[in-house]
């Protein structure tokens, strides 16, 4: 197994606009669509940032918003960390674009600080900052 095992991630959603939405502002940076590989499947997936060049050998995991049926947003499952330079200030975002905070910027001592949100989903997801 290497380092970082974890390559990709999907975020399931039932209101793609609105998820889109909410992420792009909490996070700062626009999506990009991404075309449907397997057309007998209605799927509508958005990709967020990644470094396109390197892809899945270069550090972190790239990700997705998917709605698709039979996959449903939810709490309760894995949990996604998103690396920011201050999670306080996405948890904010968060709060301001229809999400709640379930956690405030938390030290996680010598690895530094965390925040938990939920989405416009439903989604339990978390923000990751050094400082």
């Known amino acids: 197994m290497k380092n970082n095992p974890v390559v990709h991630f999907e975020i399931y ?23 449907n590989p397997t057309p007998e499947t209605e799927m509508d997936m958005w990709i967020f940032p990644f470094d396109q060049e390197t892809g899945m050998s270069s550090y ?27 999670c306080a200030v996405q948890a904010s975002r968060a709060a301001e674009n229809g999400g709640s905070v379930v956690q405030e910027k938390t030290s996680i001592g010598e690895h530094g600080f965390c925040a938990l949100v939920k989405d416009t989903e439903g989604n339990l997801i978390g923000f990751h900052s050094d400082n």
């Open 13 to 35: 959603v039932q209101d793609m606009e609105r998820a889109k939405t909410f992420y792009e502002a909490v996070l700062g940076a626009g999506l990009e669509h991404m075309p």
């Open 60 to 86: 972190g995991a790239g990700g997705m918003l998917v709605k698709m049926e039979g996959f449903a947003p939810g709490g309760s499952g894995t949990l996604v960390y998103f690396g920011c330079d201050d």
